[in-house]
Protein backbone atom coordinates (compact mmCIF):
# COMPACT_ATOMS: atom_id res chain seq x y z
CA UNK A 1 0.00 0.00 0.00
CA UNK A 2 1.60 3.20 -0.94
CA UNK A 3 1.53 5.74 1.19
CA UNK A 4 1.86 9.80 0.58
CA UNK A 5 2.61 12.49 2.21
CA UNK A 6 2.46 15.99 1.21
CA UNK A 7 4.25 19.41 2.38
CA UNK A 8 5.05 22.70 1.84
CA UNK A 9 1.71 24.05 1.54
CA UNK A 10 0.98 27.59 4.23
CA UNK A 11 0.10 31.21 3.12
CA UNK A 12 1.42 33.87 0.46
CA UNK A 13 0.06 36.92 -0.87
CA UNK A 14 -1.24 37.22 -4.37
CA UNK A 15 1.26 37.29 -6.77
CA UNK A 16 3.55 35.21 -4.55
CA UNK A 17 5.10 31.76 -4.96
CA UNK A 18 4.68 28.37 -3.17
CA UNK A 19 6.49 24.47 -3.75
CA UNK A 20 4.41 21.80 -2.92
CA UNK A 21 6.11 18.52 -2.35
CA UNK A 22 5.00 14.52 -1.94
CA UNK A 23 7.37 11.68 -0.74
CA UNK A 24 5.91 8.49 -1.87
CA UNK A 25 7.01 5.65 1.24
CA UNK A 26 7.53 3.21 -1.51
CA UNK A 27 8.36 2.59 -5.33
CA UNK A 28 5.31 0.69 -7.11
CA UNK A 29 5.81 0.04 -10.65
CA UNK A 30 2.53 -0.25 -11.11
CA UNK A 31 2.24 3.79 -10.65
CA UNK A 32 1.62 5.45 -14.06
CA UNK A 33 0.68 9.27 -13.29
CA UNK A 34 1.29 11.41 -10.45
CA UNK A 35 0.27 14.76 -9.45
CA UNK A 36 -2.40 17.01 -7.85
CA UNK A 37 -5.68 17.92 -7.09
CA UNK A 38 -7.31 20.50 -4.83
CA UNK A 39 -10.40 21.07 -3.11
CA UNK A 40 -11.58 24.83 -2.17
CA UNK A 41 -14.13 24.64 0.50
CA UNK A 42 -17.59 24.29 -0.90
CA UNK A 43 -15.83 22.21 -3.86
CA UNK A 44 -15.67 19.01 -5.06
CA UNK A 45 -11.78 18.11 -6.42
CA UNK A 46 -10.38 19.04 -9.20
CA UNK A 47 -7.41 18.50 -11.10
CA UNK A 48 -4.39 20.82 -10.60
CA UNK A 49 -1.75 18.96 -13.00
CA UNK A 50 -0.49 15.47 -13.13
CA UNK A 51 2.81 13.70 -15.18
CA UNK A 52 2.67 10.31 -16.68
CA UNK A 53 6.11 8.01 -15.86
CA UNK A 54 6.76 9.26 -19.56
CA UNK A 55 6.87 13.06 -18.54
CA UNK A 56 3.34 13.88 -20.58
CA UNK A 57 1.96 16.69 -18.68
CA UNK A 58 -1.72 17.40 -18.00
CA UNK A 59 -2.68 21.09 -16.25
CA UNK A 60 -6.32 22.56 -15.35
CA UNK A 61 -7.03 25.44 -17.75
CA UNK A 62 -6.64 27.82 -14.34
CA UNK A 63 -2.98 27.06 -13.36
CA UNK A 64 -1.80 27.01 -17.17
CA UNK A 65 1.51 28.95 -17.64
CA UNK A 66 1.49 29.58 -13.37
CA UNK A 67 1.96 26.09 -12.08
CA UNK A 68 4.49 23.30 -13.00
CA UNK A 69 4.20 19.72 -11.95
CA UNK A 70 7.73 17.91 -11.93
CA UNK A 71 8.60 14.19 -10.54
CA UNK A 72 11.78 12.30 -9.13
CA UNK A 73 11.44 8.70 -9.08
CA UNK A 74 14.86 8.35 -8.33
CA UNK A 75 13.61 9.62 -4.54
CA UNK A 76 9.79 8.57 -5.05
CA UNK A 77 9.30 12.59 -5.03
CA UNK A 78 6.36 14.38 -7.21
CA UNK A 79 6.44 18.66 -6.88
CA UNK A 80 4.21 21.27 -8.12
CA UNK A 81 5.84 24.76 -8.22
CA UNK A 82 3.16 26.98 -7.85
CA UNK A 83 4.09 30.72 -9.13
CA UNK A 84 1.97 34.19 -9.86
CA UNK A 85 -0.87 32.92 -6.93
CA UNK A 86 -4.26 34.28 -7.23
CA UNK A 87 -6.36 34.23 -4.36
CA UNK A 88 -8.81 31.98 -6.12
CA UNK A 89 -6.04 29.27 -5.67
CA UNK A 90 -6.86 29.12 -1.78
CA UNK A 91 -7.92 25.21 -1.40
CA UNK A 92 -6.41 21.82 -0.03
CA UNK A 93 -3.97 20.60 -2.12
CA UNK A 94 -3.86 16.60 -2.32
CA UNK A 95 -0.72 14.84 -3.61
CA UNK A 96 -2.19 11.30 -6.35
CA UNK A 97 -0.16 8.74 -7.82
CA UNK A 98 -2.60 6.50 -9.88
CA UNK A 99 -2.08 3.20 -11.76
CA UNK A 100 -2.66 2.17 -15.27
CA UNK A 101 -6.05 0.76 -14.76
CA UNK A 102 -7.13 4.01 -12.81
CA UNK A 103 -6.29 3.29 -9.11
CA UNK A 104 -5.53 6.48 -7.48
CA UNK A 105 -3.56 6.38 -3.82
CA UNK A 106 -4.29 9.93 -2.13
CA UNK A 107 -2.21 11.87 0.63
CA UNK A 108 -3.79 13.56 3.33
CA UNK A 109 -3.81 17.04 1.34
CA UNK A 110 -1.75 20.12 2.63
CA UNK A 111 -3.68 23.48 3.17
CA UNK A 112 -2.87 26.30 0.78
CA UNK A 113 -3.71 29.47 1.37
CA UNK A 114 -3.66 33.06 -0.49
CA UNK A 115 -4.64 36.25 0.24
CA UNK A 116 -5.24 39.37 -1.60
Known amino acids: QVQLVESGGGFAQAGGSLRLSCAAS????????KGWYRQAPGKPRELVAT???????DYADSVKGRFTVSRDDARNMVYLQMNSLKPEDTAVYYCTHSTSWGYHYWGQGTQVTVSS
Open 51 to 57: ITRGGTT
Open 26 to 33: EISFAIDA
